[in-house]
């Protein structure tokens, strides 16, 4: 069983969708939840982190943590195009050492 | 400011041969790391330098894997001799201090064993 579970996709939505990708994990010692964009060809880029459970909004992205249910959560309000990518979930405990464990992603596509 | 380079884009190489990768982190950025995704798969660790020594190296994947860092700057991943279920993208990351909120990944190098 994958230490983080993520749904591939693929995943399309209108322009102006709001969107929820979601990650499920089994290690109960993860601290801090990431969300990564990647464009194709290119490397991840951060988006947004949370530490320990919570919201944290930044413009149109709010991610989410529940540690109790092991469940992230990242929703884009106002999906424009320019959105489309793969997102995807990792998080790291300090205690694990600077390993970021990840989802496979989920191919994201909006379109006009 | 520079980010994360990787050299080279993309690679392909038969089966057998010794394919050498590299990676120039951000300047004054002490840790590096190399990732790789392999087809299908997720983004897995390889190992983290803490500028010229090896702080984790468990997820290298057997001995045919070699990361160096001299001089605690640019890093090569070689591997010799690749094999087909090497193929897939490896990505480098660095950060000044621990942990990965303020951590950069380079683009990839695809590499590809026929």
């Known amino acids: 069983q994958k230490e983080v579970e993520q749904d591939p996709g693929p995943l399309s939505v209108p322009e102006g969708a709001i969107v929820s990708l979601n990650c499920t994990y089994s290690?109960?010692?993860?601290?801090?939840f990431m969300w990564y964009r990647q464009y194709s060809r290119k490397g991840p880029e951060l988006l947004m982190y949370t530490y320990s459970s919570g919201n944290k909004e930044d413009g149109r992205f709010t991610a989410q943590v529940d540690k109790s249910s092991k469940y992230i959560s990242l929703f884009i309000r106002d999906s424009q195009p320019s959105d489309s990518a793969t997102y995807l979930c990792?998080?790291?405990?300090?205690?694990?050492?600077?390993?970021?464990?990840f989802g496979t992603g989920t191919q994201l596509k909006v379109e006009l | 400011e520079a980010g994360v380079t990787q050299f080279p884009s993309h690679s392909v190489i038969e089966k057998g041969q010794t394919v050498t990768l590299r990676c120039d982190p951000i300047?004054?950025?002490?840790?590096l790391y190399w990732y790789r995704r392999v087809m299908g798969k997720e983004i897995k660790f390889l190992l983290h330098f803490v500028k010229e020594s090896k702080q984790d190296e468990s997820g290298m994947p057997n001995n045919r894997f070699l990361a160096e860092r001299t001089g605690g700057t640019y890093s090569t991943l070689k591997v010799q001799p690749a094999e087909l279920e090497d193929s897939g993208v490896y990505f480098c990351a660095s950060n000044k201090q621990g942990g990965f909120t303020e951590a950069f990944f380079g683009q990839g190098t695809r590499l590809t064993v026929v």
């Open positions: 300047s004054g950025h002490d840790n």
């Open positions: 990792a998080m790291f405990s300090t205690g694990g050492g600077n390993k970021l464990t």
């Open positions: 290690n109960s010692a993860f601290q801090y």
